[in-house]
C-alpha cells in the first residue's frame, strides 16, 4: 500500500479534480528509458497518482511501460486511478499536426485517453524539427488554429481537459480572445524565487488552474539553477521546523492554492516531497518567504532568436521577468 495518500484539488468549474503532487518524468539527459521506467514505478508504489510526461521527454513509453507493470503487480487497480498529462512540442504545435501527436503520445502510453494535454510551449518549431532544433526552426505559433485541434481533442475524447504551459498573462489573454473551450491549466515555473503572483492572481480570476513546475529551482536541470536550495531564508525555515528545504518549498507551494510536479530518483527524497500535509508554515514563516526577491530561472533561451517571433527573453516572457 502507498505510503502517504495525495490530496486532491478541483480544477475550476471543470468538474475534474487533480492530485496536489505529481511526479513528473523528465529523465535528463532525455531518452533514459530504464531510468525513467523504475523512477515511475516506484512513485506509484509510494503514493504518486499524477505523472507528468512529453513527448519531447521521451519518457512517454516507460511511463506507459511502468504503469502496466503496476497493474500486473496489484500496486492500482485500473489505469482510471491515475491523472496523467502530457505535453505537445513545438514541432506538432501546428493545427494539423495537434491531433496525430496526441495519437502517437496514446500509443506510446498505451492508452485511450490522457486526463490532460498541454501545448508545452508558446512557441512552434518547422514541421519535422528534431531536438536539439536550429534557431531557422523557431515560428511563431498561430494560438487560435493549435488551439481549435486542442479542442478537437477533447472533443474527440482523446484527453479529459486541454490546458497550456510557459503561458504569461498576455498570452493567456490572447488565447482566451478566441478560445471555445478556456484550458483548465497553465504550468509554469513556480517556486519561493518565482513565486508567479501576477500570473496566479490572473489564471484565479479566469478560473484557470496553476501546476507549479521546478518547485525546487530545477537544479541539475538545463533550464534550472540552485538559487532556491541555497535561499538563506528557505534554510532557516526548514531548521526552524525540523524538515527539509524540499519539503518547506513543497509546503509553501501547496499553500498557495496549487498543484506540484517534482522531480527525484531517490526513494526517499521522493517520500520526503509528499511528507507535507500533516504540518503548516507559520504567518512569520510565509512573510519571510514572500519577501525574497524574485527572479525567473528558467529563462528558456533556447526559443528566443534574432530572426524568430522572440528576438530577446523579455519578448518570449511579455517583460514578466
Not at 183 to 210: D, F, S
Not at 260 to 267: A, D, E, L
Not at 287 to 296: F, M, V
Request: with cysteine.
Amino acid at each position: 500500500m502507498p505510503t502517504t495518500t495525495i490530496p486532491h484539488v478541483p480544477l475550476g468549474s471543470t468538474g475534474s479534480t487533480i492530485p496536489v503532487i505529481g511526479y513528473g518524468t523528465a529523465e535528463v539527459p532525455f531518452g533514459k528509458y530504464e531510468a525513467a521506467k523504475q523512477s515511475a514505478l516506484q512513485a506509484i508504489e509510494i503514493g504518486y497518482r499524477h505523472f507528468d510526461t512529453a513527448a519531447v521527454y521521451q519518457s512517454e513509453k516507460p511511463l506507459g511501460d511502468a504503469i502496466a507493470e503496476a497493474l500486473k503487480l496489484g500496486l492500482i487497480k485500473s489505469r482510471d486511478d491515475l491523472f496523467i498529462t502530457s505535453k505537445l512540442f513545438g514541432n506538432d504545435a501546428h493545427p494539423h499536426l495537434v491531433l496525430p501527436a496526441l495519437r502517437k503520445t496514446l500509443e506510446n502510453l498505451g492508452m485511450d485517453y490522457l486526463d490532460l494535454y498541454l501545448i508545452h510551449f508558446p512557441v512552434s518549431l518547422k514541421p519535422g524539427s528534431q531536438v536539439p532544433f536550429e534557431k531557422g526552426d523557431i515560428v511563431e505559433m498561430d494560438f487560435e488554429s493549435v488551439w481549435k485541434a486542442m479542442e478537437e481533442c477533447k472533443d474527440l475524447g482523446l484527453t479529459k481537459l486541454i490546458g497550456v504551459s510557459n503561458f504569461t498573462c498576455k498570452k493567456i489573454d490572447k488565447l482566451l480572445t478566441t478560445a471555445r473551450i478556456p484550458p483548465a491549466v497553465n504550468q509554469v515555473e513556480m517556486n519561493p524565487i518565482w513565486q508567479q503572483k501576477k500570473l496566479r492572481e490572473l489564471c484565479n480570476e479566469k478560473g484557470i488552474h496553476i501546476t507549479a513546475f521546478s518547485p525546487l529551482g530545477g537544479k541539475g536541470t538545463p533550464w534550472g539553477s540552485s538559487k532556491v536550495m541555497e535561499s538563506e531564508v528557505i534554510k532557516e525555515i526548514a531548521n526552524t521546523r525540523g524538515k527539509t528545504l524540499a519539503q518547506v518549498c513543497m509546503r509553501w507551494a501547496y499553500e498557495q492554492g496549487v498543484s506540484i510536479v517534482t522531480k527525484s530518483s531517490n526513494k526517499v527524497r521522493m517520500q520526503e516531497s509528499i511528507d507535507i500535509f500533516n504540518w503548516n508554515l507559520s504567518t512569520d514563516d510565509l512573510i519571510k518567504i514572500d519577501q525574497i526577491p524574485q527572479s525567473r530561472l528558467c529563462v528558456a533561451e533556447i526559443f528566443v532568436s534574432e530572426d524568430g517571433p522572440y528576438r530577446s527573453v523579455m519578448e518570449l516572457w511579455d517583460g514578466e521577468m
